[in-house]
């Protein structure tokens, strides 16, 4: 009588294992993984006046040469950061579910085609430099 239950319950947690965020079930490679590169990730679109929904694209996740030296003109420091960017990309759209009926129910997102190790361009990207 008891078996079953145990057998549920294991198969209800590798079902919510295997639903989780991409990022984290491969995270073992992701800390050894050198390089930049096309990558699945799953996040969620919503937009207020509509349900949320469940996405997999992919984006560039990985890692990019950085180094800074000292030179001898002021400000005597040359820097060199790269970072892991998309350098083509596709834009997809998805109609998000029970929108009101006021509100448009396109979601628009890039589809990462190639990644690179580039400058943070802040023309098409939200780059982090605060
Ligand atoms: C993509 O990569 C190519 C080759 O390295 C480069 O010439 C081009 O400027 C890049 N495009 C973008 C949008 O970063």
Do not use: Q
């Not at 596709?90 to 929108?99: E, G, R, S, Y």
């Not at 690179?116 to 939200?126: G, P, R």
């Amino acid at each position: 009588m008891k078996l079953p239950g145990v057998n549920l319950g294991s198969l209800l947690l590798l079902l919510l294992a295997s639903c989780g965020g991409t990022l984290e079930t491969s995270a073992i490679d992701l800390r050894t993984f050198v390089g930049c590169a096309v990558r699945e990730f799953t996040f969620l679109a919503k937009k207020p006046g509509c349900r949320g929904l469940r996405v997999t694209t992919d984006a560039c996740w990985g890692r990019c040469e950085t180094w800074e030296k000292p030179v001898l003109e002021p400000p005597y420091i040359e820097s060199y950061h790269r970072v892991c960017t998309y350098n083509e990309t596709k834009m997809m759209t998805v109609k998000l579910p029970k929108c009101a009926p006021d509100v448009d129910p396109f979601y628009t997102y890039p589809m990462a085609i190639r990644c690179d190790c580039d400058i943070c361009s802040t023309a098409t990207t939200e780059c982090e430099t605060a």
